[in-house]
């Protein structure tokens, strides 16, 4: 499934509507490339649960966590990780009911990636803001929740 956003207000929106169907458990791979936006994307995503959060890339420390009242949410970034890098971190120890674990440079790890419920990749289009978005369901959970997604947007 496509979405086409032409300006950063729509991706905001993007964001906060995903954010209004996505259910924890789940784990979604971001992939695009760099300044294509997928640390954005995912900032607006956690801000529609606590609108002051300070959100920071995780570039350096791999990965940051927030918490909230029904929700935990684990940001990951894969960018310093070498393609299939072996025990850089343990994502089973993040994995619970009421998570939902979101990699940026989802590409780096392609077990993890194959693994992941659901795939965002950002392209940059022709023009400056312009960003096709495609989310494609990997697992039956990442599926039906594409499918939602289908019917709601």
């Known amino acids: 499934m496509k979405f086409i956003v032409k300006t950063e207000k ?3 929106d993007f964001a906060n509507k995903f954010s209004k169907v ?3 458990p789940l784990i979604i791979g971001i992939s695009g490339e760099l300044g294509v ?3 954005s994307f995912i900032r607006n995503l956690i801000k529609t649960y606590k609108n ?3 959100v920071k890339s995780p570039t350096f420390s791999i990965v940051e966590e927030y918490e909230y009242n029904d929700i935990k949410i684990v940001h990951a970034d ?3 990780i070498n393609k299939n890098e072996r025990n850089y971190i343990d994502f089973n120890s993040y994995y619970s009911d009421d998570c ?3 990699i940026e440079w989802i590409e780096n790890d392609l077990k993890l990636m194959r693994n992941s ?4 990749n950002i392209n940059i289009l022709g023009k400056k803001d312009s960003r096709e978005i495609k989310l494609v369901g990997n697992s039956l959970n990442g599926k039906k929740l594409i499918k939602k997604i289908k019917n709601d947007f």
């Open 10 to 12: 729509q991706t905001v």
């Open 22 to 24: 996505v259910k924890p």
């Open 37 to 39: 936006g997928k640390t």
């Open 52 to 54: 002051n959060e300070r």
């Open 78 to 80: 894969l960018y310093r």
């Open 100 to 102: 939902l674990i979101l």
């Open 117 to 120: 419920d659901i795939i965002i």
